[in-house]
Antibody
Framework: QITLKESGPTLVKPTQTLTLTCTFS??????????VGWIRQPPGKALQWLAL???????RYNPSLRSRLTITKDTSKNQVVLTMTNMDHVDTATYYC??????????????WGQGTLVTVSS | QSALTQPASVSGSPGQSITISCTGT?????????VSWYQQHPGKAPKLMIH???NRPSGVSNRFSGSKSGNTASLTISGLQAEDEADYYC??????????FGGGTKLTVL
């Protein structure tokens, strides 16, 4: 059974850097084709894809947020970390991490964490 | 990177069929057969319903089906049930080697 769980601060101040950790189990991020991504959803709004890291450390970023995002993986801890710099009120959202099993020919996110609400406020 | 275009809302009665469209461009939906659909109930995480345009993950009802024509992908739900009432999102791979989601569609079962 695949599980993912997001952790990090629930409140950050404008201009601060957000660091979120995704801790997962049930799969390995060393398996060819596997990826873990981050997606966010502002309250009442649509999903927005942020970043993804593959098993081979191939990293992809949303072009509009590329300068503010960094995604890293720690396979020994089964964790993926997302950092977002210069946080603003518009970054208030629920942040999800999700599993992408392209090793099985699934080009979609087939397992999601419960999400963590991050509020940006002074 | 513009979001894919979905209707804001669709509705149908129990037992009916509905279709949700997802329109992109020749750089995303039209270029790749890598469109997915997600169902999201209020306060819950999204659930993968369709991947690679037409494929259903194990455990997803065969009432859900996907298709694509040109730059537009579609999700069809047949035999509507009350439990299908939710928000639905599409996503697609893009020529920038990234992904983009649609704006979401709220499905109401009358």
């Amino acid at each position: 059974q695949i599980t993912l769980k997001e952790s990090g601060p629930t409140l950050v101040k404008p201009t601060q850097t957000l660091t979120l950790t995704c801790t997962f189990s049930g799969f390995s991020l060393t398996t060819s084709g596997v990826g873990v991504g981050w997606i966010r959803q502002p309250p009442g709004k649509a999903l927005q894809w942020l970043a993804l890291v593959y098993y081979n450390d191939d990293k992809r970023y949303n072009p509009s947020l590329r300068s503010r995002l960094t995604i890293t993986k720690d396979t020994s801890k089964n964790q993926v970390v997302l950092t977002m710099t210069n946080m603003d009120h518009v970054d208030t959202a629920t942040y999800y991490c999700a599993h992408r099993p392209e090793d099985r020919g699934v080009r979609g996110f087939d397992a999601w964490g419960q999400g963590t609400l991050v509020t940006v406020s002074s | 990177q513009s979001a894919l275009t979905q209707p804001a809302s669709v509705s149908g009665s129990p037992g009916q069929s509905i279709t949700i469209s997802c329109t992109g461009t020749s750089s995303d939906v039209g270029a790749y057969n890598y469109v997915s659909w997600y169902q999201q109930h209020p306060g819950k995480a999204p659930k993968l319903m369709i991947h690679d345009v037409t494929n259903r993950p194990s455990g997803v009802s065969n009432r859900f089906s996907g298709s694509k024509s040109g730059n537009t992908a579609s999700l069809t739900i047949s035999g509507l049930q009350a439990e299908d009432e939710a928000d639905y999102y599409c996503d697609s791979y893009t020529s920038s080697t990234t992904w983009v989601f649609g704006g979401g569609t709220k499905l109401t079962v009358l």
